[in-house]
Nanobody, 125 residues
Framework: QVQLVESGGGLVQAGGSLRLSCAAS????????MGWFRQAPGKEREFVAS????????YYAESVKGRFTISRDNAKNTVYLQMTRLKPDDTAVYYC??????????????????WGRGTQVTVSS
């Protein structure tokens, strides 16, 4: 497993942008698919975006498609989530996840997944 630490959350007005980062420890980061999930108050955690180890394959939730961009830098052991045109509905704790298998990266959880502790994103109207 890998250890994950998210950063970059904060308070932003609707229409604004934020970039989240997730730093991973461990020498095998480049072999993991990486993903972002979020959990709003009173709601279940939901998938946001995922990226394969090479960066060649990417999935987005419909709710963020066209507004969010996931990327990774394997040399820096870091995955990013660039969020633009933010809406109040995007308010949530955002979690970084690492999966050995990209095909399962969109699942709510897997037995082999590593999770970060999350970073709060609050979008004011």
């Amino acid at each position: 497993q890998v250890q994950l630490v998210e950063s970059g959350g904060g308070l932003v007005q609707a229409g604004g942008s934020l970039r989240l980062s997730c730093a991973a420890s461990g020498r095998t980061f480049s072999s993991y698919a990486m993903g972002w999930f979020r959990q709003a108050p009173g709601k279940e955690r939901e998938f946001v975006a995922s990226i394969s180890w090479s960066g060649d394959n990417i999935y987005y939730a419909e709710s963020v498609k066209g507004r969010f961009t996931i990327s990774r830098d394997n040399a820096k052991n870091t995955v990013y989530l660039q969020m633009t045109r933010l809406k109040p509905d995007d308010t949530a704790v955002y979690y970084c996840a690492a999966d050995p298998d990209f095909s399962s990266a969109v699942e709510p959880d897997t037995v082999n997944r590593s999770w970060g502790r999350g970073t709060q994103v609050t979008v004011s109207s």
